[in-house]
């Protein structure tokens, strides 16, 4: 159930509804908006009694949710949710730009990459320390050696670092000293991961599984919402089909679908989204002229060298003309996706 507050009401009377919530033993998150309040419940079973809340001073409506979803729908909070992360934001006017390479390898490798990647412009620095690898016996990451040149990076260049926690104790250490979280595809459906990164104070970037349906997606951002935290970044980074000229078959079109349901910011991955260097420019453009909010993208000084995923890693001067040929296509199309999300919004 969700409940929308009047315009007009008080800070008191949302509290009023807030505590009366938490009374009944459920949880209430209350999301402020541009013009109204409006506050989601979870934690019921069943369906809640409305008419208890109908005539509380200040509410305006009160809605039952028959839609799978609670906290990331357009219904909870009708603008766009811009996360912020320092004095960075995604989901806002920038685009975002999170690059790096897809494991840090060594301090060397890592502060070449991380100096390309902030001379492009880019606020946002990725490189995984615990890689999740599909053999056993692939490279592993570096770990806590990987993490101490993350931190190093983020001091040396005031870039924001964005890494994967596979596990729990992750993300310990990465509240030590992080920005975001990221959860991969791997870990979409890891449901104590996704728990445990919403009661972090960090955004989580949720990439979608590789076999998830849209439903099955946004769902697991719930899991995240559910438990306080509302900074979720959607990452479409491909999933599995037929294909074999691609790696990942990247579906441009659940960000049109996205925004017609949630208010979370969405972005594309199109390194893991094809898995070749050469297409990974091609389908960036795409991306932001479908209206992503923001591209991961994987660099490697050396992608012939490079421990995991070399074959779609760009280089630094083909990263630095990604960089300028995306962020033409976000001028040029940004007042067209942004008509096009309020006339396709669901009533
Ligand atoms: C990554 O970003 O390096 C990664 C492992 O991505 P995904 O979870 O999308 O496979
Ligand atoms: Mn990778």
Same mark, same amino acid.
């Given at each position: 159930?969700?409940?929308?507050? @009047?315009? /007009?009401?008080?800070? @008191? &009377? %949302?509290?009023?509804?807030?505590?009366?919530? *938490? *009374?009944?033993?459920?949880?209430?998150?209350?999301?402020?908006?541009?013009?109204?309040?409006?506050?989601?419940?979870?934690?019921?079973?069943?369906?809640?009694?409305?008419? !208890?809340?109908?005539?509380?001073?200040?509410?305006?409506?009160?809605?039952?949710?028959? @839609?799978?979803?609670? #906290?990331?729908?357009?219904? #909870?909070?009708? &603008? @766009?949710?811009?996360? !912020?992360?320092?004095?960075?934001?995604?989901?806002? /006017? &920038?685009?975002?730009?999170?690059?790096?390479?897809?494991a840090i390898e060594s301090r060397e490798q890592a502060f070449a990459v991380a100096e390309a990647v902030q001379e492009s412009g880019a606020r946002f620095f990725r490189g995984g320390v615990w890689k999740p690898r599909t053999s056993p016996y692939a490279f592993q990451g570096l770990g806590k050696e990987g993490w101490s040149i993350m931190t190093a990076i983020r001091d040396a260049f005031g870039l924001r670092i964005v890494t994967e926690a596979l596990e729990e104790p992750h993300i310990d250490l990465i509240e030590q000293y992080g920005d975001v979280i990221q959860i991969g595809a791997r870990n979409m459906q890891n449901f104590s991961l996704l728990r445990r990164a919403g009661r972090s104070?960090?955004? %989580?970037? #949720?990439?979608?599984?590789?076999?998830?349906?849209?439903?099955?997606?946004?769902?697991?951002?719930?899991?995240i919402m559910a438990e306080g935290n509302y900074n979720v970044i959607l990452c479409e980074r491909g999933v599995r089909t037929f294909t074999q000229h691609t790696r990942n078959t990247l579906d441009l079109a659940s960000v049109p679908a996205i925004r017609r349901i949630s208010h979370l910011p969405v972005i594309v991955d199109p390194s893991h989204g094809t898995g070749s260097a050469y297409m990974v420019t091609p389908l960036a453009r795409a991306g932001v002229a479908v209206g992503a909010d923001g591209l991961m993208v994987e660099v490697h000084n050396r992608?012939?060298?490079?421990? /995991?995923?070399?074959? *779609?890693? #760009?280089?630094?001067?083909?990263?630095?003309?990604?960089? !300028?040929? %995306?962020?033409?296509? !976000?001028?040029?199309?940004?007042?067209?996706?942004?008509?096009?999300?309020?006339?396709?919004? %669901?009533?």
């Open positions: 159930m969700l409940i929308v507050m @009047k315009p /007009s009401a008080a800070p @008191k &009377e %949302v509290e009023a509804v807030v505590n009366l919530i *938490q *009374q009944i033993g459920l949880r209430p998150h209350a999301m402020p908006g541009a013009t109204r309040t409006a506050i989601g419940i979870t934690g019921n079973q069943g369906p809640v009694e409305s008419r !208890r809340f109908e005539n509380l001073p200040g509410v305006a409506e009160v809605i039952r949710v028959t @839609k799978p979803y609670k #906290l990331i729908t357009l219904d #909870l909070r009708p &603008e @766009k949710t811009v996360v !912020r992360v320092g004095n960075a934001t995604i989901g806002g /006017s &920038e685009l975002a730009i999170i690059a790096g390479p897809c104070r960090l955004p %989580v970037l #949720l990439k979608r599984g590789m076999a998830a349906t849209l439903e099955e997606w946004l769902l697991a951002a719930e899991y992608p012939e060298l490079a421990l /995991s995923d070399g074959a *779609q890693a #760009l280089t630094p001067p083909e990263y630095a003309q990604l960089v !300028r040929e %995306v962020c033409a296509i !976000r001028e040029a199309t940004a007042p067209m996706v942004e008509q096009n999300r309020t006339e396709t919004k %669901v009533a």
